[in-house]
């Protein structure tokens, strides 16, 4: 599986931006995807996923309200929708996939065997 994230940008706070991440290869596999974020001098943290066999979604506290994420149809795009930035959520977004949900963590990077290359997000204050 491969996927490339796209959407990044420099944007105010209180804007928006809108990510996308397309996977290609296996994607009839693929069971759940995820977005991570990794700041400057930070460890890569979770933000959000969404578990295809249900539609279920899972948050960071810190972005809750504030984030949305989503999927295209044959499991092969994920989005992110992201509202009411703050300066905390400039980082780097990264993208991932698991093949297995049978003991899927959505919060734990190591649930996930497959990972994009990430799009930089900007907020000013």
């Known amino acids: 599986v491969q996927l490339q994230a796209s959407g990044g940008g420099l944007v105010q706070a209180g804007g928006s931006l809108r990510l996308s991440c397309a996977a290609s290869?296996?994607?009839?596999?693929?069971?759940?995807m995820g977005w991570f974020r990794q700041a400057s001098g930070k460890k890569r943290e979770f933000v959000a996923a969404?578990?295809?066999?249900?539609?279920?979604?899972y948050y960071a506290d810190s972005v809750k309200g504030r984030f949305t994420v989503s999927g295209g149809n044959a499991k092969n795009t994920m989005y992110l929708q992201m509202n009411s930035l703050k300066p905390e959520d400039t980082a780097v977004y990264y993208c991932?996939?698991?093949?297995?949900?049978?003991?899927?963590?959505?919060?734990?990077?190591?649930?996930?065997?497959?990972w994009g290359q990430g799009t930089l997000v900007t907020v000013s204050s």
């Open positions: 991932s996939a698991s093949l297995d949900d049978t003991n899927w963590v959505p919060a734990m990077a190591f649930s996930y065997e497959y």
């Open positions: 969404i578990k295809w066999s249900n539609g279920r979604t």
């Open positions: 290869g296996r994607t009839f596999s693929t069971d759940a």
